[in-house]
DNA sequence: AAAGATTGAGTATTCAATCTTA
DNA sequence: TAAGATTGAATACTCAATCTTT
């Protein structure tokens, strides 16, 4: 059984014989799990009224733990987008009533971002259909794949983080 | 030694004790993967005037072999993105020089987009950089783990297209 | 009616500049 | 000066509608 990197490989060793394409096999691979894994998560999210973003920044102050609440630093820095687009989701989520901004006592240059009851309500019934949905994108590998999986990753993370 | 997720996991098993959060430890980490390899590898793009959609288009075309021409249907199909986004990718790329769309000859509603000299130079002159990025990148893992990794992700793969 | 390709409106991002407080 | 946060211009995408040819 082949995937599309497998064609992709072919390719360039007739093409580019040249050339050692090896690292594509991972970096491929890579690359188009995550887009097929974000494209089918989004339709999980949008059944709940959801999309990545929103869902990236709700479940980042949620698996905080009481008082649900971050910094919009902190959230940029758990978060892999700009300060920016962290800045235009909350005004996304704050507009629906999601989560609240309130200037830091300590520190008036700081704000503190809360969830919202409703916001931590709708994370929290999202969250399992995500698990799910997660859950059946994996289906074709085993619980040790999935622990091989999760090691190689991992240690690859390590190294770049 | 810990990444990312395994912070993420621990704060959900705290807090979502009842939840068995384990796809993400796959799932999360394939997303964290693939966009810090996107961010390098669009550094090495940069420095040949290219980004990762110009580069997508132009691999294509050059791994396709002579006449390095295909139809944007058959470019759509082995990327990631729609049909207007690669529409829009040949306006790009065609402003500048690097590929030319004619009319196809058999078929009217046809088009056949084809690399330039200059457009093949182009990605002859990327390419070794950016394998040399991507091997950069997996330089934490050995080639038995490259192997397993892509084995791995095949599978996957294999089970999602 | 269908296939191939493009268009334009709407959206979420990045980047650099800006504003406020420490 | 620096830290925290926001703003607005520019960019590349998606989605749905459209145009042309078969």
């Known amino acids: 059984m082949t995937d599309h990197v497998d064609g992709v490989l072919d390719q360039w060793a007739h093409e580019r014989p040249d050339l050692d394409v090896s690292p594509m096999a991972v970096a491929g691979r890579v690359s188009r799990v995550a887009r097929l894994f974000a494209a089918e998560t989004a339709r999980t999210f949008s059944a709940h009224g959801l999309d990545h973003a929103s869902f990236d920044v709700l479940a980042t102050l949620r698996r905080a733990g009481p ?25 996304r989520l704050e507009a629906r009533g999601l989560v609240v901004r309130r200037p830091r006592p300590t520190d008036g240059r700081g704000t503190d971002v809360a969830l919202t009851d409703e916001g931590r309500a709708l994370v929290d019934r999202a969250l399992p259909d995500h698990l799910a949905t997660q ?9 040790e794949q999935r622990g091989e999986l999760a090691a190689l990753l991992r240690e690859l993370l390590v190294s770049l983080e």
Chains 1, 2 share one sequence.
Do not use: F, K
């Not at 859950?135 to 619980?143: D, H, T």
């Open 67 to 91: 008082p649900y609440a971050l910094s919009p630093t902190a959230l940029t820095r758990s978060s892999m987008v700009t300060s920016g687009a962290i800045s235009q989701r909350l005004d």
């Open 135 to 143: 859950e059946r994108l994996l289906a074709a590998l085993s619980g």
